[in-house]
């Protein structure tokens, strides 16, 4: 077996934005076949650290080193793990060990270029696929032409993320969930030495999550890389860490043994919800709706197939499943964003039934305006402040005064906190975390007082108290407002302390609808077969 050596060493970084300390004083030594995990609140700094080993310029250090610990082939330059008596995979020439403080080195070194080279990220949310092209097409892309056996190493990838059984279908054309494990192979593809993850499973089911993690710990400890990834969900860092760090307010507040700091972490997590006994009349049908389209490559594909189910008015109806269910098809055929082929989806305004299939000003033009929409794949306007992305720019015309007075409210209801409203109005999104990011997105969706809101894996990006705070708005916004939510999620914990009820599916089609506790219940019974 080989032996373990320092791969990266973070002595003591400290990173300011606009004079606020995002990451402080940071420490760490990750070696071959380690996998380092990262958990902390939104905006503990967990993201930072991450952009900082990949070298984004933007994010140099402003005090400390981060060394990478590598060969260098004498002849080539390539470079290669720190293993004595390795020779260069390139050339066949000696290696030297050679220790590289990354931030020393100017910005188009070329020793910096091929460190970066040999850095695998993957970031929340960004699944920066191209949409037009099939899933092999994707993986093809990120391996170089001149790789021996190109195509048999592409296939090999995506079994190894599950996603074989995907191969000719079109990227854009996935759940959200089935991108995010293309990513991974894609990243992989580039035969890293370091893999940074920022999130790599938020929005995968449980059982595909658990598949995925020791997936990464194999290629970890055959490839004898390293990894540091981040993660608010617990399981995540237990089944895949060997050591974690707590980060809060950039500060290391634990670091060690990964079920210790998770425990300590999930204390105060905890929800106490009431049961609400006023549900309305049914406002949202769905009568055998189909969403059948066409491809070249593989001809008809049934992405729902036959869903019937009714959803009342001040209810929180969850649809739950495993990737590529048709969950979030479901949900946009709801919102009138994909028109069904087949059968009929209709939301009641007033007393009448509109027929959200049929386009036009008289049918689902007239219901679109009272349904908000949290899509997986959000975005906010870079050049515009947060009040500004809560106002002017997506559409609300009020005085200056009463719309700050609203954004304030709303930012509050999903988890900020009062001593910091002020200066998150003021900021421009990328200057925020990538989970403070998502509850204005969510803030986007509220403030215009929709009828029924569709969320679409609203808690991925999340830490488990944030959590708690945003289901509580959910709550509150069904009690105050009168609010129906729709929510597609892979986090269980989040049904069961939100929805009323939820909708089993699987290959298109329902499977089962029953209370929260039931359906997850289904997971166990109808495991996913790409096991």
């Keep these: 077996m080989t032996s373990s050596v320092d791969l990266i060493t973070i002595e003591n970084v400290t990173k300011k934005f606009n004079g606020k300390t995002v990451l402080d004083n940071f420490s760490a030594v990750v070696k071959t076949g380690q996998i380092a995990g990262i958990i902390g609140k939104s905006g503990s700094g967990k993201s930072v650290l991450l952009h900082m080993l990949r070298g984004n310029s933007e994010y140099a250090p402003d005090s400390g080193r981060v ?17 004595e008596g390795t020779h260069c995979s390139s050339c066949g020439g000696d290696m030297d060990p050679v220790d590289i403080d990354f931030w020393s080195l100017k910005e188009y070194d070329p020793l910096r270029e091929a460190i970066r080279a ?7 949310r960004t699944f920066a696929l191209f949409g037009d092209k099939s899933v092999i097409e994707n993986v093809l892309e990120a ?8 195509i048999e190493k592409a296939i090999s990838l995506l079994e190894f993320v599950n996603m074989s059984h995907r191969t000719m279908h079109i990227a854009r054309d996935l759940s959200g969930g089935e991108k995010q494990r293309i990513v991974i192979a894609r990243q992989l593809a580039k035969d890293p030495l370091f893999f940074l993850a920022d999130e790599p499973t938020g929005t995968l089911d449980p059982y595909t999550a658990e598949i995925i993690h020791k997936k990464l710990v194999e290629y970890v400890k055959e490839h004898n890389i390293c990894m540091v990834f981040t993660s608010h969900w617990p399981e995540a860092i237990d089944e895949m860490a060997g050591t974690a760090y707590w980060l809060e307010g950039g500060v290391t507040k634990m670091a060690g043994e ?24 049914e406002l949202v049908r769905l009568t055998d709706a189909q969403k059948h389209f066409f491809s070249v490559s593989r ?8 869903v019937n189910l009714s959803i009342n008015e001040r209810e929180c109806f969850a649809l739950v499943g495993f990737s590529g269910a048709g969950k979030t098809t479901t949900s946009r055929m709801i919102a009138g964003l994909s028109n069904a082929t087949k059968g009929k989806v209709e939301v009641r305004i007033g007393d009448d039934w509109i027929d ?16 908000g ?24 015309n009020m005085p200056a005064e009463l719309a700050r007075m609203k954004a304030i409210q709303v930012l509050i209801s999903v988890g900020f906190e009062k001593k910091d409203v002020n200066r998150v109005l003021e900021a421009y999104p990328d200057t925020l975390s990538v989970g403070e990011c998502q509850r204005i997105a969510f803030a986007q969706v509220l403030i215009k007082e929709p009828r029924i809101v569709i969320l679409d894996e609203p808690t991925g990006t999340m830490d488990p108290i944030t959590k708690v705070i945003v289901a509580k708005s959910v709550l509150r916004a069904r009690e105050t407002l009168g609010e129906t939510f729709i929510v597609v999620s892979h986090d269980m914990d ?5 929805c009323d009820r939820a909708c089993f599916m699987k290959d298109g089609k329902v499977v089962d609808i029953g209370t929260p506790d039931d359906m997850i219940a289904k997971f166990d019974e109808l495991r996913n077969p790409m096991e």
């Design 258 to 281: 990964p079920k210790e700091i998770t425990s300590k972490f999930m204390e105060g997590y905890k929800f106490e919800r009431a049961e609400i006994t006023d549900i309305g009349n």
């Design 67 to 83: 060394v990478y610990h590598m060969n260098r082939c004498v002849r080539c330059g390539s470079l290669g793990l720190p293993v």
């Design 373 to 396: 929409v949290l899509h997986q794949e959000y975005t906010l306007y870079p050049f515009d402040t947060v009040l500004q992305n809560l106002s002017t720019s997506i559409g609300i």
């Design 299 to 306: 001809g008809v594909v049934k992405a729902v197939d036959g």
């Design 118 to 124: 040999r850095v695998a990220i993957m970031l929340q």
């Design 356 to 371: 959200m299939s049929k386009d036009g000003f008289e049918n689902k033009g007239r219901a679109t305006p009272y349904i």
């Design 494 to 498: 989040f049904v069961r302390n939100c």
């Design 143 to 150: 391996l170089d032409e001149n790789t021996p056996k190109r």
